[in-house]
């Protein structure tokens, strides 16, 4: 089945960097974007950006320019987001989600499935 | 950046209770919208996209509607497993967005 499945929870300290990963499974790695997206404690779901597995292009969010970046390795079909100078309101779970979609002209897209999330905390 | 605005943001209600969520676009977005269900500490599901389209495997009591700017999410008759948090997201155009969520709580 198709599956998601990311790296472990996270404790960083201000200004530090961190590395979530997102190995996939049961389809072909280069043939979907892959997204992130994030969520605060107690929050809404926060759109971060986007990689073409098959070409590495990026496309990110305004917010995160200059702080995130993806990358992936397809020889293990893998992704990974990178956040660096971390703030304490970069408290969050971080997801990978791989994004779906159908139609000729109107193109439909979705995400499905999800990563389980990755908890990023950031504490001194 | 277009803004997914839902309402209510939260709403009690029963077991067999039909109940409708809303979500308004701040510009036209066509059909380009998904709606997910979030349990506590659990990911997000997938559960209409295309704005009305049942993804596979979904409940029939589950329904999408609308286009343009105003969109319906309508569960017909509450099961004890619905109650959960409901998200809209505009897929129109990057940075896709979505909506701040209603949670769904047992009255």
């Known amino acids: 089945q198709v599956q998601l499945v990311q790296s472990g929870a996270e404790v960083k300290k201000p200004g530090a960097s961190v590395k979530v990963s997102c190995k996939a499974s049961g389809y072909t790695f280069t043939a979907y974007y892959m997204h992130w997206v994030r969520q605060a404690p107690g929050q809404g779901l926060e759109w971060m950006g986007w990689i073409n597995p098959n070409s590495g292009v990026t496309n990110y969010a305004q917010k995160f320019q200059g702080r995130v970046t993806m990358t992936r390795d397809t020889s293990i079909s893998t992704a990974y987001m990178e956040l660096s100078r971390l703030r304490s309101d970069d408290t969050a779970v971080y997801y990978c989600a791989r994004l779906d979609g159908y139609g000729s002209g109107s193109y439909y897209t979705w995400f499905d499935p999800w990563g389980q999330g990755t908890l990023v905390t950031v504490s001194s | 950046d277009i803004q997914m605005t839902q309402s209510p943001s939260s709403l009690s209600a029963s077991v067999g209770d039909r109940v409708t969520i809303n979500c308004r676009a701040s510009q036209s977005i066509s059909s380009y919208l998904n709606w997910y269900q979030q349990k506590p500490g659990k990911a997000p599901n997938l559960l209409i996209y295309?704005?009305?389209t049942l993804e596979s495997g979904v409940p029939s009591r589950f329904s999408g509607s609308g286009s343009g700017t105003d969109f319906t999410l309508t569960i017909s008759s509450l099961q004890p497993q619905d109650f959960a948090t409901y998200y809209c997201?505009?897929?129109?155009?990057?940075?896709?967005?979505f909506g701040q969520g209603t949670k769904l709580e047992i009255k």
């Open positions: 295309a704005a009305s």
């Open positions: 997201q505009q897929s129109y155009s990057t940075p896709y967005t």
